[in-house]
């Protein structure tokens, strides 16, 4: 089984192999860290407000979000693992 780190350094390494495909579609090179995550959670605060988050990826800052939250992803792949991880 792989560790958590080799799990990401595998998917960097996917989409540095499929870069010409990738750049067109995808506006980061590697998925938000946790940190960033919760930077972004902090600066969102408590709200009542929509959230709508674009391009939610595999989720690393979705999960930190509140559950009215409103997540969109175009990659097919990202959106059905988005589907299992947050029915």
């Not at 998917?11 to 919760?38: D, H, M, P, Y």
């Not at 009542?48 to 939250?69: F, K």
Request: proline share 3%.
């Amino acid at each position: 089984a792989l560790s958590g780190l080799d799990r990401e350094l595998a998917k960097v390494a996917k989409r540095i192999k499929n870069f010409r495909s990738w750049t067109s579609s995808i506006g980061a090179i590697c998925e938000s860290s946790q940190w960033l995550a919760k930077r972004m959670r902090n600066a969102v605060g408590e709200t009542d407000l929509p959230i709508l988050e674009l391009g939610a990826g595999y989720g690393s800052v979705t999960r930190l979000l509140p559950e009215a939250t409103v997540s969109v992803e175009r990659d097919k792949a990202r959106f059905e693992h988005l589907k299992k991880e947050f029915p």
